[in-house]
């Protein structure tokens, strides 16, 4: 009995393997698993190679899976793309209607689109290949009947003849399995749940902390891997009052939310890399200025258009200082989906509380990947407000080095110029030397009310060595970790979800380490290098391929790193 | 601002034709304040860059909320106010290098979005805060800093340009007038929709218009501004057309689409016929329970 499968859907798109590997998902999660699913996709409508995975395991689940159990090969550029990745002992599913060479090794081979058809269902392939997995690994059928059943009982005349041809097609694909005398290791049984738990992908999961932290406005430009943000919020952030605009640019849509902010509204927009590159110049606007918003960057490949459809962790260094000038911009980037709930509402305290941008920096791999996570508590969620001006202060908006009550317009006696010329306290443009620095300054001091101690995970900080990863690297780092910890390696771990500012203890712990290991997506070591200006010694674990870490290269990567620097392994 | 510092380092040349213009929004702000009883601090103003933008810091008397953002983007910020705060009187103001050249790509959008804001051109035909480039509508042939062959592009034609597409109300004036200017605001603030107001204000240091647009019989130059003619009826789109394609620089009203219907008032309706469902952030994670 195992605790954990991984299998692999690749074919051309429009075959369906996305929907069979979510659909595997769901079976299982229903029934108690953990689930986690990953797919890549090329940038275009139909067509292209797709493949899509699910893992589910009867443990947390902390990456998409170094090697696969299961294979499923639609066609021959499928197979020979991802057969390097099987598992020894593992089994392909391939559809011989494609490619008549039957591979070598545990192999089963079918033509899946006959098998459909005859099904009555032509569409019902994806379920022929979810009955042969569940098949392979002693999953019981009923587990997928029944969600069946749930999932296409829509109240229309047809549903019946749907769920009967799916059905059929679980049995069919089951039936081949077994006719193959193949199998791999049974799935041990599901775990009890423990409280309410939820399936569900990081972009959703930002925008409903977002809307639960309070947002009242947003708008936002296709962009993929952000595009599902924005259809969200147009669909959901739809109560009296709140407004979703679809802008003409990415320029339009920080100009925007710059003025929807200074209009006193809480706002956000998201974006993905070019997206943000020409939101630099409106983000420098909205620091000089103090407008409190919110933009999210899903990171995908870069530069320029780069890999739309891919997932990195490079526009760090941009989000951190974007564009122009004197600036430092606060990040958050989450490092799960479950992260991404209270990270978006952080994300909105952070800007009413400094009157500013913030980044929330996520990736691809995060926003569109499915997992079950617990039920987030809404009962514990602390949403802040700008404090805003009565006229107490007239139009003295940018007096001292404190935050100033914030002049919402409409407010009589407050009345200012909010200004991305240097300015004096009441917004008039000056360009004195004093003023320059008085306001410079202010602005920096300002972050200082997002400095805190309360939000980081540690273990084992006696260590001398650390790994501190960033943003979605969390999940494999922390998978490479247990095993590493679990071979007898002295190693601490950290994370945090605010990268600036960082909360200081942390900054003072990393600071006493003798080495400190950042596995990151990108190839300069984007945050090791921001770390080290501060005084850690930090070296990055790199990786530019487009998709998240396995475990297994990051193992060997701290391994090397350590015993480079001190020329043998620290044993615990 | 009413109490200007006084190291303030801006100023516009003698004879600036923003001098007129920014006469001419204090006097449409103050007569809007007494008329609908509504506070000044209702209104925002949004400048661009360049010397017209300066007016947002060099209104006298009661001042409005300001915002002095980035080039090219004043229409764009604006939509962002009056899109989240339709209770608000949002004004954009800037020149033809903000409006026309870098930020031409926000008038399009708003116009089709119908934003009810009021937008004021201060249009010179020249880049005057950096000291004499061509801008859009500077006159093709002309010998500026930037084009000393004489410049190679033909003008932008503004006012076809917002017929184009689409701007629902569209007036057109000089600097030297403010009370007819004024007169011009108010009535753009007032329609329901997306305004601009296009107002010839001449550069007394690279590009001084005044004697063109006024004319002078003694020279034998005939006048360049105009009114436009009585019977011109603005509601009637290819009248517009065929009177911005004449020569010259019309004073007064080109078009006003009488079934103008600006966006917030769009989306109310649109909410109305399409009856919203709304649901609470508890009920969107419920919707994903396993």
Not at chain 1, 81 to 93: A, C, F, Q, Y
Not at chain 1, 209 to 226: D, N, R, T, W
Request: charged residues 20%; negative net charge.
């Amino acid at each position: 009995m195992g605790a954990d499968l991984v299998v692999r859907f690749a074919g051309e798109g429009g075959q369906g393997q996305v929907t069979a590997a979510e659909g595997l998902a769901q079976a299982a999660a229903r029934v108690g698993y953990h689930v986690q699913t990953f797919a890549t996709y090329p940038s275009q409508i139909e067509g292209g190679p797709v493949w899509a995975q699910a893992r589910i395991s009867t443990n947390e689940i902390l990456t998409q899976g170094d090697q696969l159990d299961i294979l499923v090969a639609l066609n021959r550029q499928a197979y020979e793309t991802h057969i390097s990745e099987l598992r020894d002992g593992g089994i392909v599913i391939y559809n011989s209607n494609d490619f008549d060479t039957a591979p070598p090794g545990n192999a089963i081979g079918f033509d899946v689109d006959q098998l459909a058809r005859d099904t009555g269902n032509p569409r019902a392939g994806n379920f022929i290949m979810i009955g042969s997995v569940a098949q392979l690994a002693s999953m019981p059928l009923q587990y997928f009947t029944e969600f069946v059943k749930e999932r296409f009982t829509r109240g229309r005349p047809n549903d019946q003849e749907i769920i009967d041809g799916n059905n059929k097609a679980i049995v069919v694909g089951a039936e081949k399995a077994t006719e193959s005398g193949y199998s791999v290791e049974a799935l041990d049984e599901p775990p009890a749940k423990t409280g309410k738990r939820i399936l569900a992908q990081g972009n959703n999961l930002l925008c409903m902390g977002a809307i639960a932290g309070g947002l009242e406005v947003f708008y936002g430009y296709p962009i993929s891997p952000a595009t599902t943000i924005l259809v969200f919020m147009e669909n959901n952030l739809n109560q009296e009052g709140q407004f979703v605009g679809q802008t003409s640019s990415e320029i339009e849509s920080i100009a925007a939310i710059i003025g929807a902010g200074y209009s006193g509204r809480k706002v956000m927009t998201s974006t993905a890399g070019p997206g943000l590159s020409l939101m630099h110049e409106g983000l420098g606007l909205a620091w000089i200025s103090e407008i409190p918003l919110v933009v999210i960057d899903v990171q995908r490949g870069g530069p320029a258009t780069g890999l739309p459809t891919k997932t990195e962790q490079s526009d760090l260094l941009s989000a951190l200082s974007p564009g122009h000038g004197d600036m430092r911009l606060p990040v958050i980037a989450p490092g799960s989906v479950a992260d991404c709930f209270p990270a978006a509402i952080h994300a909105l305290n952070w800007a009413e509380r400094y009157q500013g941008p913030v980044m929330l920096l996520t990736e691809m791999s995060i926003a569109e990947r499915n997992e079950d996570i617990a039920m987030p508590d809404l009962s514990a969620i602390q949403v802040e407000s700008r404090v805003k001006s009565t006229g107490e202060i007239g139009n003295r908006r940018y007096a001292g080095r404190e935050i100033s009550p914030f002049p919402v317009p409409g407010t009589v006696g407050a009345a200012y110029v909010a200004n991305g010329s240097e300015h004096d306290e009441q917004g008039d443009t000056t360009h004195m030397p004093q003023v320059h620095v008085d306001q410079t300054e202010r602005r920096f001091s300002k972050l200082k009310l997002l400095e805190t101690d309360s939000y980081y995970d540690s273990e084992n900080t006696s260590a001398s060595v650390a790994i501190l990863p960033w943003g979605g690297s969390k999940g494999p780092a922390r998978s490479a970790y247990n095993r590493l910890r679990v071979d007898g390696l002295d190693l601490a771990w950290y994370f945090t979800m605010f990268i600036h500012p960082m909360p200081p203890k942390l900054i003072e712990e990393l600071q006493a380490k003798d080495l400190v290991i950042v596995p990151e997506l990108n190839y300069l070591g984007q945050f090791s290098s921001v770390l080290r200006a501060m005084g850690i010694n930090a070296h990055s674990i790199t990786q530019y391929t487009g998709l998240p870490f396995k475990e297994g290269y990051l193992v060997e990567q701290v391994q090397e790193m350590i015993a480079a620097q001190s020329g043998k392994l620290v044993r615990a | 601002m009413s109490k200007r510092n006084p190291e303030y380092d801006f100023k516009w040349c003698p004879g600036c034709g923003d001098f007129g213009v920014v006469r001419a929004v204090e006097l449409a702000l103050a007569e809007r304040v007494n008329r609908l009883h509504e506070p000044i601090e209702n209104t925002a103003l949004i400048a661009g860059i360049g010397c017209s933008g300066n007016l947002v810091h060099l209104q006298e008397g009661p001042q409005p909320y300001g915002f002095h953002g980035i080039h090219g983007r004043a229409m764009a910020i604006a939509y962002g106010v009056k899109a989240s705060r339709p209770d608000l009187n949002v004004i954009a103001v800037g020149g033809d290098g903000d409006m026309l050249s870098i930020g031409a790509e926000h008038i399009g959008p708003q116009a089709k979005r119908n934003v009810d804001m009021t937008i004021v051109i201060m249009d010179n035909g020249i880049y005057g805060l950096t000291k004499g480039q061509a801008s859009p509508t500077t006159l093709g042939g002309v010998i500026t800093a930037t084009t000393p062959y004489g410049k190679l592009e033909d003008a932008l034609r503004p006012l076809e340009t917002y017929l184009a597409v689409g701007v629902s109300f569209i007036a057109s004036s000089v600097s030297s007038k403010p009370r007819e200017l004024a007169n011009l605001i108010t009535e753009a603030m007032d329609h329901p929709g997306f305004s601009i107001v296009h107002v010839q204000s001449p550069c007394t240091t690279y590009n001084d218009t005044y004697e063109a647009l006024k004319g002078n019989p003694a020279k034998g130059i005939d006048p360049m501004a105009h009114d436009v003619p009585t019977n011109h009826d603005p509601g009637d789109w290819n009248a517009a057309l065929a009177l911005v394609k004449q020569p010259g620089v019309p004073i007064g009203i080109i078009y006003k689409d009488p079934n103008s219907v600006p966006l917030h008032q769009r989306f109310t309706e649109a909410r109305e016929r399409v009856r919203v469902r709304t649901r609470s952030v508890e009920q969107m994670l419920s919707a994903l329970e396993i």
